[in-house]
């Protein structure tokens, strides 16, 4: 069995309420088996996928299919509506 994986987790605006600690804005460590991917991750912290409109990997745009690599950087945005 492969050993888990630990990535950092920073997740914006309305998803703050899906933190451990939903007062707190700082990113936060998700540990995870070897081989998850953003959905993964994303289902994990209870976020749903049509929320989580933006995922960065460090920094790089990723979609939910992408296998994260450990103490990955994960961003995750909401939609954005702006005028």
């Known amino acids: ?3 888990p994986i630990t990535v ?3 997740l914006r605006s309305i998803l703050g309420k899906y933190r451990p600690d939903p007062r707190d804005r700082a990113p936060f460590a998700r540990e995870l088996p070897a081989g998850s991917t953003v959905r993964d991750l994303l289902a994990s912290l209870g976020v749903p996928e ?3 409109k933006l995922v960065f990997v460090n920094h790089v745009r990723s979609d ?3 296998v994260l690599p450990d103490g990955a950087q994960v961003d995750v945005f909401p939609p954005i509506a702006g005028g």
């Open 50 to 52: 049509a929320l989580a």
């Open 1 to 3: 069995m492969a050993e």
């Open 8 to 10: 950092q987790v920073t």
């Open 64 to 66: 939910p299919a992408v």
